[in-house]
């Protein structure tokens, strides 16, 4: 089991920044691949960002490339997600996951992640 707790969410105008993160308890957390999903109201989850258990290799979603950074400091069982340049439509409530099988490449599916956190809103005003 991986417990998963975001925090970070908030509200701020477009163009600004924040930073998320998600904290890691339970079982080994060096080993997991992690993403980043986000909801918007009346859509499904989609994905934001992944990396691997050894940080040698990060995947973006389009929409995010370019303004998003994924990290993970394993010493710390943290996962984070640097957001700059956001814009309006990046509001929603965002989601950390945990992949438990090792992978070079992270996962872009939902499927994959067997552990969800609880979720932080990210509202970004026009």
């Known amino acids: 089991q991986v417990q998963l707790v975001e925090s970070g969410g908030g509200l701020v105008q477009a163009g600004g920044s924040l930073r998320l993160s998600c904290a890691a308890s339970?079982?080994?957390?060096?080993?997991?691949?992690m993403g980043w999903f986000r909801q918007a109201p009346g859509k499904e989850r989609e994905f934001v960002a992944a990396?691997?258990?050894?940080?040698?290799?990060?995947r973006y979603a389009d929409s995010v490339k370019g303004r998003f950074t994924i990290s993970r400091d394993n010493a710390k069982n943290t996962v984070y997600l640097e957001m700059n340049s956001l814009k309006p439509e990046d509001t929603a409530v965002y989601y950390c996951?945990?992949?438990?099988?090792?992978?070079?490449?992270?996962?872009?599916?939902?499927?994959?992640?067997?552990?969800w956190g609880q979720g932080t809103q990210v509202s970004v005003s026009s």
């Open positions: 339970g079982r080994t957390f060096s080993s997991c691949a």
């Open positions: 990396i691997n258990w050894s940080s040698s290799a990060t």
């Open positions: 996951a945990a992949d438990p099988k090792l992978r070079i490449i992270a996962s872009m599916r939902r499927e994959d992640y067997d552990y």
